[in-house]
């Protein structure tokens, strides 16, 4: 299973390098909602601090979501999906190797937008501990909900707008969770961000667990 | 064709008269709260509707589950499990709108991000993407299965919420009713009860409405099929006049693409 994941997940990471979608369209837009969330609040810096750990996981969803699509977008044309099932690569193996593919554009992503709202929000990074884990425990659970969802959604007609739908409920709480704990990792808060990092955990464990278990019946599917 | 019968009918006036007397028994019986005035009125429809919510996702849960379960697995437990889930839907907009009109009287404000809100509010996204759906998809086993899969989730989320209260620090009311002393007595407690009973008729009275839609739209789908392929037929053959006025009454369309067949192989 672990060498079908790396499989997967060095092809999904070379059709991107040379398709080059994340780097000249994913990115470019995150940073554009950074842009437009500043904007909307209207030079109110106390405030756009107070909020940059919201505004940072409002970012990282939107553009999670187009990365979830892409992901899928790549298997649905041409057939590539039926190449795929007909493959016998271990379905849990897939899944793995999409999430770790789709995590790591998300965490190049993250760093970048970290960058954006340090420099446009003039925030203050610190805690580094906590706001890495909670940051990379997020990354997992959005990937793997992404992929979960991304799967159920990519032979259906109306995709493009059913998997923002489906997606973003099921995402609330991670942006809850990883919000709060990002606050109290810079200060914001006294709440304790570990705390949050457990149900982070929890969240990215359920549906790394579930896709792994179901994602062979979704597939045989779509 | 139709989803009512005799049942049904018995089923949906009782439902419209116990609604009534739940109408008139809390606006006019039952008296005003020492503490909340005339405020205690919404608990006569607002936690009854609640629990339908809930009764309508578990059904859907259970539909899902028998339905991906082999043993049990039947078209039934699917057409349950839409039934719920739509059902379960509505009450859940009635249950957000209710609460936001008790919020703005209680709290002064229509929404608050207090835990049970927010919860409901995610489980009725979740339910209009279970609804999206099921929708989208064609093939009634795909669809059975993939939305099989969001349901069990929405049911995570149903006891997350129901006891959102418990968990989390909220500003939600904790329960009234269902504890060893409620916290409810005399007409104030009776009407509350009977909410439950005029809006779980009214709960049933949805479900089995819901269920029979759904059966006859498989049925429509299954026999449309049947309908084209004798159209199709119908178009390659010369039609005898015995034959023309049943196809005729089938589809209006494909007797005319018969009228047609006919005439070209009259032309040669």
Not at chain 1, 27 to 45: E, H, I, K, S, T
Not at chain 2, 29 to 42: A, E, F, N, T
Not at chain 2, 117 to 145: C, E, K, M, Q, W
Request: overall charge positive.
């Amino acid at each position: 299973m672990w060498r079908d994941a790396a499989l997967v997940a060095g092809k999904d990471l070379r059709v991107e390098g040379r398709a080059k979608v994340a780097v000249n369209q994913v990115a470019p837009y995150a940073l554009v909602v950074l842009l437009l969330f500043g904007f909307a609040f209207d030079q109110d810096r106390p405030l756009l601090v107070q909020a940059a750990p919201g505004l940072f996981w409002m970012a990282v969803l939107f553009s999670g979501l187009l990365a979830v699509q892409r992901s899928f977008s790549i298997e649905s044309a041409d057939g590539a999906i039926d190449a795929l099932r007909l493959s016998r690569l271990e379905p849990a193996g897939i899944f793995i190797g999409k999430v770790v593919a789709v995590a790591a554009q998300l965490v190049v992503l993250e760093a970048l937008l970290a960058f954006g709202v340090v420099v446009l929000f003039q925030s203050r990074l610190g805690g580094a501990g906590l706001l890495v884990a909670s940051t990379l425990v997020s990354t997992a659970g959005v990937a793997a909900a992404g992929v979960a969802y991304g799967a159920l959604c990519v032979g259906l007609r109306a995709r493009e707008t059913l998997l923002p739908l489906l997606l973003s409920p099921v995402l609330a709480p991670v942006v809850l969770a990883a919000t709060e704990a990002w606050r109290a990792a810079l200060g914001l808060s006294r709440g304790d961000g570990w705390r949050w990092l457990g149900i982070l955990a929890c969240f990215a464990a359920i549906y790394l667990a579930g896709g792994a278990i179901g994602f062979g019946a979704l597939i045989e599917e779509t | 064709m139709s989803s009512s019968s005799s049942l049904t009918r018995a089923l949906g006036i009782s439902a419209l008269a116990a609604v009534a007397v739940n109408a008139w028994w809390g606006l006019s019986l039952s008296p005003p709260d020492k503490v909340q005035g005339q405020l205690v009125r919404i608990l006569y429809v607002h936690p009854a509707v609640a629990t339908m919510c809930y009764a309508g996702f578990g059904l859907c849960a259970l539909g899902s589950i028998c339905w991906l379960w082999p043993r049990t697995r039947s078209p039934r437990w699917d057409r349950l499990a839409v039934a719920g889930a739509e059902v379960g839907a509505v009450f859940c907009a009635a249950t957000l709108i209710t609460g936001s009109i008790w919020g703005k009287a209680a709290w002064g404000v229509w929404w608050t991000w207090d835990a049970r809100l927010t919860l409901t509010a995610i489980l009725f996204a979740l339910s209009l993407g279970y609804l999206a759906l099921r929708r989208a998809v064609d093939n009634p086993h795909s669809r059975a299965l993939m939305s099989s899969a969001v349901a069990l989730l929405m049911a995570l989320t149903v006891v997350l919420d129901h006891y959102a209260t418990a968990w989390f620090a909220t500003l939600h009311q904790h329960t009234t009713l269902f504890k060893p002393s409620p916290s409810i007595h005399g007409w104030q407690l009776v009407t509350m009860c009977w909410s439950f009973v005029a809006l779980g008729l009214v709960f049933a009275w949805m479900v089995v409405h819901r269920y029979r839609l759904e059966a006859l739209e498989e049925r429509y789908e299954s026999e449309g099929y049947l309908v084209a392929i004798e159209a199709r037929r119908a178009e390659g053959q010369p039609v005898s006049a015995a034959a023309r006025p049943e196809t005729g009454r089938v589809l209006v369309g494909s007797a005319a693409s018969a009228e047609r067949a006919e005439a070209l192989v009259e032309d040669k």
